[in-house]
């Protein structure tokens, strides 16, 4: 193949070294630009050559993944990420998700009316340099953000462990790292008002001569600050001298020279049809891009509403088939469709990057990923040259700096059949849509022309004096999407570590932290109130157990023997919610014995489909029902019908009711629709819901033990004091108990069996999706027989099933123990706790459960019976 980068070697002498894969990455053109003549011409960054888009993502994800093993765990949770605009705002961005728990901010040449400068700089070798920083929360930059939360998680309380600001380490992100002029202008910036004692420098590539790399490492000194660098490549560029003005020259020789702007080897399309306007759905409350910052949780809601926003540009592009041929199938793109370009603007990269990258996933079209740009670069259609071809347009986004010329490389004559133009409705203006606009340079180059509109967002606080008028389309009357505003009304999820022991995209937590307020009552004392009618259990909490050393080994022993099971089962319930639900459903689990399936449930759908599931944690209460607030959440960030409740397993079913009743409250009362309200969970002896991995009643390990193996969460707590009308439901975080935690252990152990269960996992799927899976209640009513009979009369005091029996020894004040009759290894720790807490174990025939547990009835510190009399002490 020839070398992009060829044809402006051979004619100014410009020499490119570097390792072997340099040339791949890179080409060379040239551009009016009076500071350097020649341009280095990404192949994966996607912005002047169309690229795929899973190729652009990935390039900036691995670099991404490499910051994170170099900051460490708590590095990278310290860690804010800064991405230059405009060609670095799309691979900033997707070196934060690399990051996975890092914001993100990008540069931005976009004065935004009403929302404060945080800082600026110059980018001395660019076509355009001034940059603003307009981050939506002030603290962002200085690293104050979260640092108290940070400095409670360990267990700081001042000296020279203390955390501080200057601790967060800066992640700063460019496609080329050449002099090292502009790192070094945005770090002495930045540092004079933000100092830190950390930066780590991240780009494509990094041209640095001897004597730039030199000079960094002098600035390090001199500020008293560690610099890194991480890159995916390292080269240098050799500069004749006089190159500067022999490129100037070359370049006007050959302006001169072209007949046309519009782009060699082009040609009009034959079968251009009239560009139409897609609507994406764009979630409320998720910015456009990292302009004013950009968050772990925006980035949660972008992922789970991506699927549905690239089924609506399949299903357009499938329209303009069917408009020209009738007898194509509904939903099949035309026959020509064989290559489709999505087309950022300028500094909106992500965005279009994003839908690109599920667009891929969803058609059998060639997909490709690029962005119009302000930089004015020279087109040669050589294929020793980057820059082939060049389209010319009036900017119509109305910039500050005023009207001027704007370009998109490489698309015409490149044989795509639909192209997809992707702006932000600041840029759905007049001009756009005028005859010489962007959309009318693109028609005789593809067939067919979307239009696709991302809201541009505007902080709530911002306070502009005028709001550009809506942007209408002349022809066709379509007003651009009003700009939004994020509702404050709800906070965010709560993410580890700095609430829970949990990786923060395994799950967020709508809940409120109440790990500061004293909560826990003896066993004895909460007993007492609960059957008295003094208190509900969800007002105060059971002291936290603090398992023996030989429990411990227990349990160990029974998650090296159930984790096969325990996989086996996950992978049967997810792959039928997968089947039955769709192929991105939201998991919700209902905290705390829910969360870790759910998490087991999300690692399953990677493991195997290569998806990140949504995964949230919600409260729901016996007697009180769901966390109304938790649902409020859910239905303003996702499609209600998306959400699948998650739980462990069921019992005699009472949660399973609860929920069902909660839901059809909250949707009567709320007037939000589409909620499902039945449970997914991995055990279902009880025969209580339809979507279950078994109806097997056996140890699930994560049941023997509280909140050392749910992530360090308590119980979930609803108290009129403490959780108000707009607040979440409360619990706590147990940082002090990590010595002991298991959670990641449990969580790892099963899931390094997935590979092995696979081909039965298959097998159980088919199985189940042929059957009948109807609720029986064969539980409930063994229930009801178990509290008559043993003189209990109240269905809340039987617990049934492993799991319940094991919650009743280790939060309540348990009476006896029924266990069936040889039931084995999975009651050896239901044998060691009774054991331990003197409560007798009763062998049972004909039980439908393995165990049951049989709660204190009439309880009182006096130790009555269910009779009411004195009973013996054990």
């Not at 935004?112 to 340099?129: I, K």
């Not at 980057?386 to 998109?408: E, W």
Request: net charge negative; aromatic share 6%.
């Amino acid at each position: 193949m020839v070398w992009s980068g060829s044809w402006v070697a051979e004619r100014l002498g410009v020499e490119l070294v570097g390792d072997g894969e340099l040339r791949e990455l890179l080409g060379l053109a040239l551009r009016r630009n009076p500071k350097r003549a020649h341009l280095l011409v990404s192949h994966v960054l996607g912005k002047h050559v169309p690229q795929y888009p899973s190729v652009v993502y990935g390039a900036g994800f691995e670099l991404g993944r490499r910051v994170r093993e170099l900051l460490g765990e708590a590095g990278t949770r310290r860690a804010v990420v800064l991405g230059y605009a405009e060609t670095a705002t799309g691979l900033g961005h997707a070196v934060a998700d690399g990051l996975g728990a890092a914001p993100y901010l990008h540069s931005t040449r976009r004065p935004v009316e009403g929302v404060a400068r945080a800082g600026g700089f110059e980018e001395s070798h660019s076509h355009a340099t001034s940059h603003l920083l307009l981050p939506e929360d002030p603290d962002l930059l200085a690293g104050d953000a979260g640092d108290a939360g940070d400095a409670a998680d360990a267990g700081e309380t001042g000296g020279a462990g203390e955390t501080h600001a200057s601790d967060a380490v800066l992640v700063l992100v460019d496609d080329e790292f050449s002099t090292g002029n502009t790192v070094l202008n945005t770090i002495r910036a930045l540092h004079e008002r933000y100092p830190r004692n950390r930066y780590v420098i991240v780009a494509l590539v990094d041209m640095r001569s001897p004597d730039d790399r030199g000079r960094l490492a002098e600035f390090a000194a001199e500020i008293g600050a560690r610099i890194d660098l991480v890159a995916r490549n390292s080269g240098t560029v050799r500069l004749p001298d006089g190159v500067l003005e022999k490129g100037q020259a070359l370049v006007a020789a050959q302006e001169a020279a072209q007949a046309t702007t519009v782009g060699a080897g082009s040609s009009p399309h034959p079968h251009a049809r009239p560009c139409a306007r897609v609507e994406l759905g764009w979630p409320v409350g998720v910015p456009d891009g990292g302009r004013h910052g950009f968050t772990p949780a925006h980035r949660d809601r972008l992922e789970a509403a991506l699927p549905a926003m690239a089924d609506r540009i399949v299903a357009a592009l499938g329209e303009g088939a069917r408009s020209e041929d009738a007898a194509l199938p509904d939903g099949a793109l035309d026959d020509r469709a064989r290559r489709v370009l999505v087309l950022g603007f300028e500094e909106l990269m992500y965005a279009p990057l994003r839908l690109a990258t599920a667009l891929e996933d969803r058609i059998g079209a060639e997909v490709r990923y690029s962005t119009t740009t302000r930089s004015p670069v020279l087109a040669v259609d050589d294929p020793g040259y980057a820059i082939r071809t060049r389209l010319v347009f009036p900017a119509h986004d109305d910039p500050a700096d005023g009207p001027g010329d704007r370009y998109a490389y490489n698309v015409a004559g490149a044989g795509f059949d639909a192209i997809v133009a992707v702006v932000d409705s600041t840029a759905d203006t007049p001009e756009l849509h005028a005859p010489d606009g962007l959309l009318a340079r693109l028609a005789p180059h593809t067939a067919q022309v979307l239009l696709a509109v991302v809201p541009s967002y505007i902080p709530p606080d911002a306070t502009p004096d005028a709001t550009p008028a809506a942007a209408v389309q002349p022809e066709a009357s379509v007003a651009a999407p009003e700009r939004q505003e994020e509702s404050r009304m709800l906070p965010e999820p709560l993410r580890g570590p700095a609430f829970s022991s949990y990786a923060p995209d395994e799950v967020g937590w709508l809940l409120q932290d109440l790990s500061d307020t004293e909560l826990e009552a003896p066993t004895e004392e909460r007993e007492e109130a609960i059957q008295s009618g003094g208190a509900h259990y969800a007002e105060s909490l059971p002291v936290e157990y603090q398992p023996s050393e030989q429990y411990q080994d227990l349990f160990k022993a029974a998650l090296d023997l159930s984790a096969a099971r325990i996989a086996r089962a996950v992978g049967a319930v997810t792959e039928t919610v997968l089947a039955e639900r769709g192929p991105r459903p939201v998991l919700v689990s209902l905290a705390r014995a829910g969360t870790p399936v759910g998490v087991l449930m999300r690692r399953w759908a990677r493991h195997r489909h290569g998806v990140d599931l949504p995964h949230y944690a919600v409260s729901i209460v016996r007697g009180r029902g769901i966390d109304a607030n938790a649902l409020r959440w859910l239905a303003a960030h996702h499609n209600p019908a998306d959400v699948v409740f998650v739980d462990g397993w069921t019992g005699k079913g009472a949660i399973t009711r609860e929920l069902a009743a909660a839901v059809a409250e909250f949707e009567d009362s709320d007037g939000t629709e589409g909620f499902n309200p039945e449970i997914a969970v991995l055990a279902d002896p009880g025969g209580c819901v339809r979507t279950y991995g078994t109806r097997e009643d056996f140890l699930i390990p994560s049941a023997c033990l509280n909140s050392t193996v749910s992530g360090l969460i308590s119980r979930t707590v609803l108290r009129s004091d403490l959780v108000g009308p707009e607040d979440f439901h409360g619990a706590k975080f147990y940082r002090e108990l990590a010595g002991s935690d298991v959670s990641g252990h449990f969580l790892d152990t099963v899931a390094e069996r997935f590979g092995e269960v696979t081909d039965a996992v298959d097998a159980d799927v088919k199985e189940l999706l042929a059957a009948d899976r109807a609720p029986t209640w064969e539980g409930w009513a063994a229930v009801e027989r178990i509290s008559e009979e043993y003189g209990i009369h109240d269905v809340n005091l039987v617990k049934p099933g492993v799991g319940e029996t094991t919650r009743v020894l280790l939060r309540r004040v348990p009476w006896k123990i029924l266990a069936k009759r040889g039931a084995g290894a999975d009651l050896e720790h239901i044998r060691l706790l009774a054991r331990q807490r003197g409560v007798p174990v009763e062998e049972v025939d004909a039980l439908p459960y393995t165990c049951v547990g049989l709660i204190h009835p009439k309880y009182t510190r006096g130790a009555t019976g269910a009779d009411g009399k004195a009973v013996e002490s054990k």
